[in-house]
């Protein structure tokens, strides 16, 4: 018997992952994602090299000239 296979519907599945994730640490959502595979991480994986690092950041923020309402341009960054 042949099974047709279908794609993930990420949409669903995603708002699922979020409620539940919601649910089992309160307010804060934490999920480890690899940005170079462009998915989600087990917790295994998410595990194997963690440690806390010391990131130092500058903010910036540029006015932008002539502009009624007073808004900025902000620029963030971890290179120092």
């Known amino acids: 018997m042949e099974q047709d296979l279908t794609k993930l ?6 708002r699922c992952h979020l409620k539940l994730s919601h649910a089992k640490r309160g307010s ?5 994602y690899s940005t170079g595979c462009r998915t989600a991480l087990s917790n295994f994986e ?22 009624a ?5 902000v620029a963030w960054t971890t290179t120092p």
């Open 69 to 73: 309402d007073n808004a900025s341009l």
């Open 46 to 67: 998410a595990e194997l090299d963690y440690r806390y690092v010391s990131d130092p950041t500058i903010m910036v923020s540029f006015p932008i000239v002539d502009d």
């Open 28 to 32: 804060t959502l934490v999920m480890p």
């Open 9 to 14: 519907d990420v949409t669903s599945y995603t």
